[in-house]
C-alpha cells in the first residue's frame, strides 16, 4: 500500500468516496436483481452497476492514477464510453428476446402483439424490421 | 491517516462487489428462465470487472486494466450472442 500513501489527502478522500459508491450502488442493483419479482422489474437493475457503479470506481480510478503518475490518465474512458454503449444494446436485445418468448407461448401477463403495433386491422401486413 | 482510509475503502468497496457477485450467482442459478440467466451473468460479468479495477487500484498497476477490458468486450458479445440465441434459437443465421 506504499504507492496509495503517496496520494495528497484530498485526492484519497475524493477517490474513498467515489470507490465506495460506486461498490455500494453496484450492490444496490444485485440486491434488487434478487429481490425484484419479475424479469420485466428485473431487467432495470443492472443499470445501476454499469452506469454509476462503474462510474464511480473508474472516476476513482482516474484521480489515483493520474495524481500519481502527473500526467492525464485517461484510459479509462474506454471502459466507461464501451459500457455506455453497450448496456441499452445488450438490455434492448433481452428484453426483446423475452418478450417474445413470453408472447409465442401466450403468456398472459404480456401485452399482445397487435396491441403493440396499433395498426388498423384491415391494414396490410408490415414487417416490423425483426 | 487518510492513507488508512482510501485502504480502508478499497478494502469495503471489494466486499461490497463481492456481495453483490452473490447476489447475481444466486439470481443466476435460480432464475426461474433462460433469459434471467442471462441477464444475471451479464450484471455479473460487470460486477466481476469493478471488482478488477478495484484491485488494480489497490495494487498500482495497469494490467488489471486490460483485463477488465477484455472483460468488458467479451460479456458484451457473449451476452448478444445469447440474446440471439434466445429469440431466433441460433447465433449466425
Given at each position: 500500500m506504499t504507492h496509495l500513501a503517496e496520494l495528497p489527502a484530498w485526492a484519497q478522500l475524493l477517490a474513498s468516496f467515489f470507490i465506495l459508491v460506486g461498490a455500494f450502488v453496484t450492490l444496490i442493483g444485485a440486491v434488487?436483481?434478487?429481490?425484484l419479482r419479475s424479469f420485466y422489474d428485473r431487467i432495470h437493475v443492472p443499470t445501476l452497476g454499469s452506469t454509476w457503479g462503474a462510474g464511480g470506481i473508474l472516476l476513482a480510478s482516474i484521480i489515483i492514477f493520474s495524481v500519481l503518475q502527473s500526467r492525464a490518465v485517461l484510459h479509462e474512458v474506454?471502459?466507461?464510453?464501451?459500457?455506455?454503449?453497450?448496456?441499452?444494446?445488450?438490455l434492448m436485445l433481452l428484453g426483446r428476446a423475452a418478450l417474445y418468448r413470453d408472447r409465442?407461448?401466450?403468456?398472459?401477463?404480456?401485452?399482445?402483439?397487435?396491441a403493440v403495433s396499433g395498426l388498423p386491422e384491415d391494414a396490410p401486413d408490415e414487417t416490423d424490421g425483426k | 491517516m487518510s492513507a488508512t482510509i482510501l485502504m480502508w475503502s478499497v478494502t469495503i468497496a471489494h466486499v461490497l462487489l463481492a456481495v453483490a457477485m452473490v447476489c447475481q450467482a444466486i439470481r443466476f442459478i435460480r432464475g426461474p428462465r433462460a433469459q434471467d440467466r442471462v441477464?444475471?451473468?451479464?450484471?455479473?460479468?460487470?460486477s466481476s470487472m469493478l471488482l478488477l479495477l478495484t484491485f488494480g487500484i489497490r495494487t498500482g498497476t495497469t494490467l488489471y486494466f486490460e483485463a477488465a477490458l477484455v472483460i468488458s468486450l467479451l460479456g458484451f458479445v457473449?451476452?448478444?450472442a445469447l440474446a440471439k440465441f434466445l429469440m431466433r434459437g441460433e447465433v449466425i443465421e
Open positions: 434488487g436483481l434478487l429481490t474506454l471502459i466507461a464510453i464501451f459500457l455506455t454503449v453497450t448496456m441499452p444494446v445488450v409465442t407461448e401466450g403468456v398472459e401477463t404480456v401485452p399482445p402483439m397487435e | 441477464m444475471a451473468f451479464d450484471a455479473f460479468y460487470v457473449s451476452t448478444v
